[in-house]
Structures are given as structure tokens and as C-alpha cells.
């Protein structure tokens, strides 16, 4: 079922942007496992639209709500259900452009796939304000790959044509990825970013983005081939973000003009342990972990809501016509896509490693 | 688990490089689909080793046999099982290697993932070879899919630092990808390709290369949002494959720097049917197909197996020390993962299509 | 996972007893279905607590709540909701037994599964109150069903030593088995349940009861052997439901002392179309429906929660001890288990249906 | 997928009762798991046609080939695949009844299900002979349990009238149970279950029975409510054999007319460990494993195939008609499915205790 991910960590995520709220039904945490709701809502507020000129103006408290799995702080087994309200919701546009789709959105698709009964209202299923389960799921799978010393870190290295051009440390990701408006973890490009997304913004139009991600302290030996390769199961899952058009593991697109004596990272010794200099491989191989950081990079695309005038089709009449699409949009969804990156990447991470127990290694 | 693939159209694949065969059971053709068992073994020749001078020398003639499924030529709803045996095997080097893994390979990693037990002779379950399996279901697929009037095209548009420059049609593609030594449907930089293949070669080294796909008369309102998207899936299956290191779809990477109004393809009609004159969106919108044909592309890294001196360890004593990769090996395995992205492309889009029913739509 | 049933209609059960609630996300409900919510309540009703002097006298309203996958009284295409609120939650016996097991209980394996971290209040997740979730599920099931002319009808046919000696029409079923106190739609019969029952609860004591369960309409050919067959996926629900200790189909365990001249049910025509006199099949030949109605039986054990004196052992002191359940029970489960096992079976058999969509046929 | 089962210790079913072999692919073997294949070929034996007057007189040699997954008598992590071939393969008489569906038989039903294209030969997939895939991944299964000190005994209790009436010892089922024709563990009622075959089976008619099965050995806390209780799980399998009609765990449809007072298994210590005096659990409270052996039974019905004239109908004319069922048949499926409840048993607990590792208990 597409509304499912994982098989030993599974989360299953319901509501729509203008229903009644936005939920996870989380399967598969250990029982016992100590959850700090306050680390959810802060991951949440990470999230959070309006927070910032740069992202939409909507205004959601988003706080977090606790409907089941857990007992005494501690979970239970049983499904961990977790969910935020709606609660400034508008959907007067969307009436309005119901039969109108508009361009680069799931609109079209949607109402082929639904036979036209899908939730249009505020993008639905299809909108970003999805991705707060996203995020909820995320904050309960960073506590649990906490206490085994795994880490998960994005920031966004490229927005438009503005890239980070230096090496940017593990510390400073952490430091500084939250203090960033566009979550950046180098603070003078992130200046440029910013002016980069004003820029468009002002014109009406959006912009698209980078964002890496790092994965700290995963131990060697965790994927499953052949379908199951840490590759397929993440991009799976990157890929189900709204907005990602591609993914690169290390090395990337890069590898292709690379002859294999460069792009082979050589293994050496260090205290004892198996390490390579270069991390070409994205700290996977055979698609299973080697002991590296896992690395790996995402493409998201200009947000497709933008003011300017574009072509589309009323699908009633079947006749060609104009949109101008109205509501509160970020002008660029890959700053607001890095909590979720983030979030995404620990329920798959949890998910993996419970699929071979930590003990079992 | 991980060996298997696909919920309404299943594969499980079996078999090791340099054990009795490789192989495949297919759950989930629709009984009474007349299957062309020579249709299999022209799409096993073509991916099959030892071709031409820049593909490996081992020798295969990879007779396709079938185990179960069929009756008078047509499948019966049981599973379809297929195989290829193992003829031209000498694991002579891989004995000798046992203990010291190959940089950018899977040793290491499958050391760790099953204990030192996995089968690492020719590779084991990480060969290439594993990829005949593919090529075996996805013949399957191409013939079901044939039926429905959709038809997948592959070829490389970039070997090195070699690439396509102008537009290719889907019948250049069509005509002349198994023509090309190198799978390129421009014969002319096909030879370009063929010349830069052989440049590594001498050296001892190897390159990597870009294939792209693409999938025509696919019906819109394909994919399962929210984790069930065409990209998701798509993405899941290719990464399966030996090497693979990026993927993107529509724009790819190149969304990036692109702003909204040029990236979003304008909708309108042609021949009463809504399309679009640009396809960023790769034919995939909100994770459910358009209408519009979809098009990806994937990075495929250097073969990691090169005759160039490297630095490793050896597990056993842990001590560093050096390895010169012998073995027939391909110097780029980008040429011979078109025919197996071809076919994981069909194995995807008929488990995508048979989940609703073409019927239901 | 294991709070969730299903391939192609999916459900995933959360909450617990003394919880907030008790709670359903259903998915794969076909986009465009209607569905009545006041065909749902009614459901709810004829499972809840408090209704006669055989049942529990928790009150619970049971409102049903819709959290999300509904637009205009239709389904969407996303997950689906439901919900009911735990009212009338008295938690203190449970505080005092935390450590001594209740014979017949989940409570001493629950220990030894969830490591003692599992909601012991009220039963948690193995509350007889879980069971307002398929009743939520089986309500929407039901109304899919409908539209196909299937209809699912259960009824007590023996509780304790009392069981039904005729053979009962399915119009019966359908006139009496909500109006009779103890589900049986012989209201004679149904007395003398009602007297067997009110007399063991007097004594402090519990009975055990059969249900059956009839499927009208079901057409031939449905059913995934060989690991799929209805039994296999009516059996897995089945034993879901909390008491249940065995299930008979058709014959059931009467087949032993049978021949097979006697068993096989022998095919006529009728008005065109292939019927059997007898029904020893069950209406399923090979794991697959012949077009007969499914008809099976299920025993359900007496109620573990029982007023007189039992042994036990203390878990922290590791002791035996005895102990001397209170609380408010029902003096025979299976009685409230009759809307439970038509609802289980309502979701069964949508998935089953739906799996090969009913336009394949 | 219908021809899998398992989760975590997966099998795939292939092959047909006269298409080229048997087979199954095990996935979820842990690495490194010694096999002993003579184990396995014992298991086959026990299994196999043709051993006494009171089975079919189709002879098979049912020799077990290994495809996969096996590196110097270990499990490598890749999938184990297992076969045997069919020799003694005589479809004349299915020819010959292709459109007239034998009463009690899969005939009709797999005709709607598959369209008309299932393989009819012999039974196809609906035929005993499957059976031996499931002792083959059965005595696989046994072997991993061995080691954790997990044993599963199953033996006739009923043959038609005759039954056993004492208690029979754990040690007398492993005993006799292999050395007795009719598979009971009591040697005495042996031969009168054996006098109750040959006498329907010179009637040209056939019997019903009812197979015990014990697991020894379970460690308490295995299980996965709500959905994936044993009895879920383990119904699940048992009703994929061919002929199941019943299962009945501890007390099964005894409990009925039981009080709660006399079914409750009351808990007391011994040996420092929590034991029940009676076992009307079976071994199971809340779908979870509570220490003491679990105990379910089976009832089979009376092989269908039978050589008196039954009614039928012409599908092609659409008359009705008469057949007698030639070929070769066991006047008691019951007595050969007793090796494969025992090895079913085994899939789904290795199943079951991988899911929740050893480890983590």
C-alpha cells in the first residue's frame, strides 16, 4: 500500500493539507524506547512554514498530538499514532482552479489516477504540508539510532546557481543548519541564497536546490541485496518527498567522467579499523554500509506554484486557458525540504538496521 | 526480503556468478499471456558477456531454460521460473583474494553483511552476471507490456567524457542501440565512445557512462503516491543494479538552477488529448505518470575491477598490503547495463500498471 | 507488520483500551466510493458494550470520528480514518494486578513480548475493546461489498451446551441476529442462550459459544493459492479476533468420520450456471471460491475474565499467589463476537476481491 | 504474491505435478547455517508416493537438487533453491477429464480463477505433490530450530471412526510416528486405521483424519499481535495444504461448552519457571507464545479423487455428466500430510522467531 514505508520500522502516514490534520502510524518501535515528544515538536518547528520572508505565509502551530503507543514516556509495541491539525487553512482558490491543473503540479496526474475524487483542496495528499509526517516519524527514528550513536545531517550546499564551494565540516552542519535561513551550513553563502530566493521571489517565479545528506557512526554490514541495497531503499523514500527530481550517492553523476583507479576509494588501516581516504562510494558498497559516512545529494525543483501567468487546459470544457496561481507558496521548497531529508533518511536507517538486529552484527 | 521484487508482478531472483545458475521465479503474470521464450534469449544475447573487444572475455552462451509457468506456450498463473546455467567459471583468482578485498567493490561490505559467508567467488550474489536474471523477468515484462501498446527504450548518451550533444528520436534509438558496440543510438559518437572504452583499456582502467530511458504509451494516472510513486519505485529497481550511482528524472540535476516558469511544461491539447511541449517533469507528475512519455537517466560508475595496482587490507591478518585485480572484467560495465535498465524499466512499469488494473482506469 | 491486514485493502489497527481511543486507517478503499458514516455507527452499536445484562456494562458511546480520506461523503483514494474515544476508563484494577497474571490472559506472554513495557491497562491491545476497529473497517467494507451484491451474515449457533438443531435460512440470519440479545437468529434458541449464559454469570463464571458465517454472493474464482487461498486469509483474520481457539469451513472437523463419496459435493446445472446440492466445500474448492456461499464456524473460547478465585504467580516476587479478577466483563465473549467476525470477514474479503479486480474475471 | 510465505524466513513455491519439477526458493536463511541435505532427503522420503499399499503407486525417486544459496555445506545469505524433478508423469487421464471438473477437486474453481489456463495436468499446483516443497523448506526450517532447541512432532490422532483415546507421549510420536504406516504415534490403533483405509479403499472410496502437532521447545514472547498471532500465522500456512478443513488450537472447539473456570489454565511454578497444570491455551494467550508446548490439530478431509461415478458438468457443452476418477490416488491424503504439517509448522516458526530475534528476548 503507498501510503506504508518500511517493514520492520513502518510508518504510515494519513490526512490531506486542508482536512483535519496530518498523521503517522508508526509500527515497529522497540518497546520500552523512551520518546521525548519535546524533540518532535522541535523537529516540527524546524519544518514549520512561515517562519521566515522566504517561505509561504501560512500559519500552522503545529503542535503535536499523541493518539496511542505510548505509556509512561516509554513506547508500548503497539502503534505509535502522531498527528498535527490544520487549522489555517483557505481553500477558496482551489475551488476556483478545480478543473484547471496547473502546470508542473500533480493536479493532472491526480485527477487521472483518483478518477477525479482526489482531495484537490490545498494540493491534498500532493502538498508539502504532507511532509510534517515526514517529520514526525523522523524525530522518533533520530531517538532511537541516537542510542546507537548513528546521526543524521542535511543542509542545502546549492540554491539556484549559489553552491557552497569549500569542504563544509560535520560540526558545522550541526551548528549552524538551523540558525540558517535556507539551512545552510556555511553562513556567508547562506546570505547569497537568501538574495537568490528574494530575487525570484520578487519576480514571481521560484527557484530549486541541493541538499546533502550525511549519515554518522552507521556500522558496517547494514543493506539487503539485491533489491534491498541502502541505495533503493533511501532514494525510494527521497523520492516520495514532494518536489525531488534526483539523487546521487557520493561520487554522483560525478563518477561517470571518473576512471575506476580514481573512483575506487583504497581501503587502509586506522586504530585498528578499515577506513578509506576518499568516500567515492558514499559509504556504500554492494549497497550495503562500509563502515563510512554515508553520503548522498538531492535535486529539488523550483517550486511549481509561482504568480506568473501560465497555459493549462479546463479539463470541463476540454479548451486551452490561463492560470495565475494565487495561495501562500515558498518560493523555494528545497530550504523547507532539508528537515524532511533529514527525517526521511532516519526511518530508513532505523528501518535497515532492525532489519538485521544491531545485536546480530 | 530483499531477494525479491514487485508486489502484483513479482520476481525472485537466485543463483551466484560462479554457482549452478542464475535465475528467476516471476509471480503475477496474468494466466493465458503468450510468452516467446526466443523473445527471452534474444534479450539474454544481447546483454550476454563477450561480445566484442570491450566486454569481458568469459564465455556464456546463456540458453535460457524454464523450469515452471508455462503450458502450450502460455503462462499459466503459476510462477514462471527461468534460468541460465554457469558454464565458463574459473574462480581460481578468487580463492587467492578471499581475505583481501577489491577497492570499490563489494567484498568488504558482504564480508560484514553475512559474516564472512557469502558466496565471493566470481563475486557471488554482487556480479554483474546476477543482471541476466534481470534481463530474463524483463523480457517477460516487455512482451505483457507490448499488449498494452508500451514500449521502453534505452541507450547510453554518455561513455567518459563522451557524450550525446543533439537530440535523438525514439526510432534512432529503436534501430540502432544493439547495433552499437557501446549501446549508443548515434553511431557516430558511438565510435568516439568505442575509441575513449578502449583508451582505458590499455591502461588497465576503466570509465563510466550515462544511460537514458525512456518509456513511451504509458496511460496517465500510473504510480502510487505517497511511497509508491513511479520515481520511487523506478528508483528502488534501478539502483538494484550493480554500479549504479545517480539517477534523474525529467531535468534531473539540472532543475536545480532553473527557475519555476521555465521548468514547469505548459499544458495543451493535441488531438484532443492534454499535453506538453517540454517534459522537465520527465512524464512523472506528483509520482503519477502525465501522459507524457517518462524519461530518466542513470550514472553508472567505472568498473571498480581494474588492472591497476591498488591499496588494501587484508582481513585476516590485518595488515594493509596491495591487490592487481585479475579476472575477465568489462572496462565499462555503463555499455552492458542498457539492455538490464531496459529490462528492470519493463519489470517497474508492469507492476506499477497491473496495481490498478489498466481496466480500472 | 502486525497491526496491519491486508494487500490491496489495507488496514492498520491503533489505540488501546484505556487509551484515548481506538482507531482504523483503511487503505485501498477504490477513490468515488460513497460511504454512509451512519451505516458505520450502526455498526458500532450492535458491537458495543453495555446494551443487556449479558454484556459488560462499560459505557461507551463509541461516535465514530473521520480523521481523514473523505471528501463530500466520498473516499479519495488516501488512507481513511476512523476513529471512536475511550470514555469510561476506569484503570485502577489493573494498576493492582500489573504483576500477577490473569489465567487464560494475554497478560503473562504480553510480559514476556513487549519486556513488561506494554499497556497493561484495561488489557491494552488485547482488550475485547480492539475489536471497535474492524467493526469501523468492516462497516466501510461492507458497503464496497454491497455494491457487488456480497452480503456476510454471522450468527451464535451454540452457546455452551445450547446449540441450534434446524437449519437456519440466511433471512433469518438477516431479520434476527441484532434483535436477539445473544446474536442467534433462532429467537426460540435464543432464550435458552441467554438463560445458559445468565446462569454461568451468576456462578462468577463464563461460557464459550460458535459463530457462523455466511457469504452470499461471492463470485467463483476468487481466492490466491497456493499460500492465499480464502481459508488461509479468512483464518489469519479470524484468529485475530481475541478468544477465538478454532475455525471449521463447510464440513469442517465433521470431513474426518466422512467418505469421500459422501464429502465431495457433486456439480448440476441450474438455470445456466454450475451449483452443488450440498455445500461440504464451504463454497471453496483449492483455496478458490466455486460460486456456492462460504460458509464457516468458529469457536470462541468462555471469557477469560472470570469472578471466582484463580491461582497465579507474582512476577516480581516470583511467587504464586491467587487472584480474583474484577472489573466489568462479559460473561460470554462470543456473543459480541458476532459483528466482529462479520466485519472481519467483510475486509477479507474486499482484499481478496480486489486482488483480482472483479472486472478481470 | 500467493506462491510466498514469510517474512523473515521466506519460501517460493514453483513447479507443477507434471510440469518438470517441484521447487521452492528459501530466502531469510541466516548466513552461515550448516545443512545437511541428507536431512532433507530423509524428509522427502517420509513424504514421498509410493511407500505402502495405503498410498498412490506413483513412483518418484524425489532426489533433492540444490540450485542455490549453499557455499561448502553452508547458507551463504543469498536464496537456498530446492527441487526435485518429476519423472513418473502420466497425463493421459487429464486429457481426457480437461473440461469436466471432478467433484471435491480444484477442477472448477481454478478454471474461473485462471481463465482456463491453469496447467490441468496431474492437479497443476492444486495437487499433493506441491507438498514437496514444503518439507523441503520444512527440513531446512527444522534444522535452524534444532539449534535453538525447538522441535515439532505431528502424528495421525484420527482415521476416520478410529481414534486414539489416551494420552500419548512427546516420546512416542518422534518414535513411532515414522515407522507407522498410517503416521499415528500409538502402534496398536495404528493397525486398525490401517484395516479403516484398506477397507474404503477396496469401496473405491476414500477417508477423512485428523493430524496432531506439538511444538516443544518455543521460548514464551513469540508472536505479533494483533495480526501476526501464531494462530494467524500458523492457520494461515496449514490452510495452504491441500484438503485442510479445520484447526483447532489447545482446547480448539472443545472450549465451546467449557466454563472459563474449567478452561482458564491456571499459572504455577516449577523450577523456577511459570508453567500451566492443563494446557487449553495451547501454548498461546493473546496470539503469543506463554511457555508450555503449542498444540493445534488439523482435520483433513477424504481425498477427493475416488473411483466411484460422481455427477458433474461438461464445461465446454454446458450438459451435465458423469465421471469416474481414474489415475493414481491415496485412499488417505491424512496419513501423508502428517510430514507436511510438521514441516509447515517449522517454516512459520523459524519465521516467527526471526522476526522478533532470538537475541533481543
Given amino acids: 500500500m503507498s501510503f506504508s514505508f518500511g517493514k520492520s520500522f513502518k510508518i504510515t502516514i494519513f490526512g490531506e493539507s486542508h482536512g483535519a490534520c496530518v498523521g503517522v502510524a508508526i509500527e515497529g518501535c522497540p518497546p520500552g524506547q523512551e520518546i521525548d515528544t ?6 516540527l518547528d524546524n519544518r514549520k512554514p512561515g517562519q521566515s520572508i522566504i517561505t509561504t505565509q501560512r500559519r500552522e502551530k503545529d503542535k503535536v498530538e499523541t493518539l496511542s503507543g505510548i505509556l509512561n514516556g516509554k513506547t508500548t509495541g503497539a502503534p505509535l499514532v502522531l498527528l498535527v491539525r490544520n487549522k489555517d487553512v483557505d481553500s477558496s482558490f482551489y475551488e476556483e482552479i478545480k478543473n484547471t491543473p496547473r ?41 532511537i539510532l541516537a542510542e546507537k550513536g548513528i546521526k543524521v545531517l542535511a543542509h542545502a550546499i546549492q540554491i539556484g546557481n549559489v553552491r557552497i564551494c569549500r569542504e563544509i565540516s560535520n560540526e558545522e552542519i550541526e551548528k549552524n543548519v538551523y540558525t540558517s535561513n ?34 554518522l557512526g552507521i556500522p558496517p554490514g547494514i543493506g539487503n541485496p539485491i533489491f534491498d541495497s541502502i541505495e533503493s531503499v533511501l532514494s525510494h523514500m527521497i523520492f516520495s518527498i514532494p518536489g525531488v527530481k534526483g539523487i546521487g550517492f557520493g561520487s554522483g553523476f560525478d563518477c561517470v567522467s571518473m576512471k575506476g583507479s580514481e573512483h575506487n576509494d583504497p581501503f587502509f588501516l586506522k586504530d585498528g579499523k578499515i577506513v578509506t581516504a576518499t568516500n567515492n562510494a558514499g559509504g556504500i558498497l554492494g549497497g550495503i554500509s562500509d563502515g563510512m559516512p554515508i553520503v548522498f545529494r538531492v535535486a529539488v525543483k523550483p517550486t511549481s506554484s509561482i504568480m506568473k501567468l501560465q497555459k493549462t487546459v479546463d479539463l470541463k470544457r476540454m479548451k486551452e486557458c490561463k492560470i495565475r496561481v494565487r495561495g501562500r507558496h515558498d518560493p523555494c521548497i528545497a530550504v523547507r525540504a532539508v528537515p524532511v531529508i533529514e527525517a526521511a533518511t532516519c526511518i530508513v536507517l532505523v528501518d535497515l538496521c532492525r532489519d538485521i538486529s544491531f545485536e546480530d552484527k
Wanted: with cysteine; proline share 1%.
Fill in 182 to 215: 535556507v539551512r545552510c551550513a556555511d553562513l556567508e553563502v547562506s546570505g547569497k541564497m537568501k538574495e537568490e530566493i528574494l530575487k525570484v521571489k520578487k519576480e514571481g517565479d521560484s527557484v530549486g536546490g541541493i541538499i546533502e545528506c550525511r549519515v
Fill in 103 to 143: 502546470p508542473g503540479h500533480a493536479d493532472l496526474a491526480a485527477w487521472f489516477r483518483y478518477n477525479g475524487f482526489h482531495d484537490y483542496r490545498g494540493g491534498g495528499i500532493f502538498s508539502g504540508r504532507m511532509t510534517a509526517a515526514f517529520v514526525m516519524a523522523g524525530a522518533v527514528a533520530k531517538q
Fill in 38 to 43: 519535546s524533540l518532535i515538536q522541535k523537529a
